[in-house]
């Protein structure tokens, strides 16, 4: 482990899917954590299963709140973000305000501080192949990474970018294991789309492996399976189908700002042309 027990650690979006396992991660072996977040009563029901964290109750749009987080911190895992595809459609500014003011109001404040190591953050597959609002939005905050690097070189500015994580928020596994079990109709978009997946574990891991390893702010990208939507479907099925039940499914076709397949960066196969799980596989994590 690379960071310090000495220091103190900001979480933004410590309270999430991904942002609670990484508190989870890192408090039982000693480290000083502070988590920020907007949902007050997540905050207090992570203090009352951490007690020694700090928690800071607020929105990564408003600057103070930020300079607030910051102070007496030495890294920052910036995991807070808006991430419904879909939504972002129809809320770009709301999406903004998250994926790229916030992300701004972060790297601002680093140029403040001498005393910060690193500020890394989570991307995703969607700004490889930009097809909508959400994508682009990390995107941007990519580049802006890259930007702050070459003002203020003594820190480290990283990335980690990645495809689904599964059962993550807003994940179709969650919608499509309650509704199988309630043997309800399904939405799908399209059973031909591919997506990258990988679990919780492995997205915690990469985070460390790019604080280790990567020498630059570029997005620092693994290796990673996919699967055909149509695969997960039938593993899903056959793992969470109410006994008796009929598989119901209704196709809408692919949303706005979504992609038939995806792609991690020029360098790897697209989510069409990778290794793929198979169906027994997906049964064993799903």
């Known amino acids: 482990m690379i960071l310090d027990k000495n220091k103190k650690y900001l979480i933004t979006g410590g309270t999430g899917f991904l942002g609670k396992k990484l508190v989870n991660y890192l408090v039982p072996k000693g480290y000083q954590i502070r988590v920020l977040c907007r949902d007050e009563a997540k905050l207090v029901y992570l203090k009352e299963e951490y007690p020694n964290i700090e928690i800071i109750s607020g929105d990564i749009s408003n600057k103070y709140t930020i300079m607030k987080a910051m102070k007496d911190i030495n890294g920052i895992f910036h995991l807070a973000a808006f991430k419904y595809v879909d939504l972002a459609e129809t809320e770009p500014i709301n999406c903004t305000r998250s994926n790229i003011i916030g992300s701004l109001n972060i790297l601002e404040e680093t140029l403040n501080r001498d005393d910060i190591d690193f500020v890394i953050a989570t991307s995703t597959d969607k700004a490889a192949k930009v097809a909508g609002i959400y994508g682009a939005s990390k995107l941007i905050m990519e580049k802006l990474f890259e930007e702050y690097q070459y003002i203020k070189p003594n820190i480290k500015y990283r990335i980690v970018r990645y495809g689904n994580v599964l059962y993550s928020t807003g994940s179709v596994l969650y919608k499509w294991k309650r509704l199988l079990q309630l043997d309800k109709e399904l939405i799908v978009t399209d059973l031909n789309c591919t997506r990258f997946y990988w679990t919780v574990d492995e997205a915690i891991y990469l985070i460390f492996d790019c604080l280790k390893l990567a020498n630059s702010p570029k997005p620092y990208v693994p290796e990673m399976k996919s699967i055909i939507l149509k695969d997960l479907l039938k593993a899903m099925s056959k ?41 027994d596989e997906i049964i064993t994590f799903i």
């Open 239 to 279: 793992k969470y189908l109410k006994k008796g039940g009929t598989l119901k499914i209704k196709e809408i076709g692919l949303r706005q700002g979504e992609n038939l397949h995806e792609s991690l960066d020029k360098n790897h196969k697209n989510s069409l042309e990778s290794e793929k799980y198979t169906i």
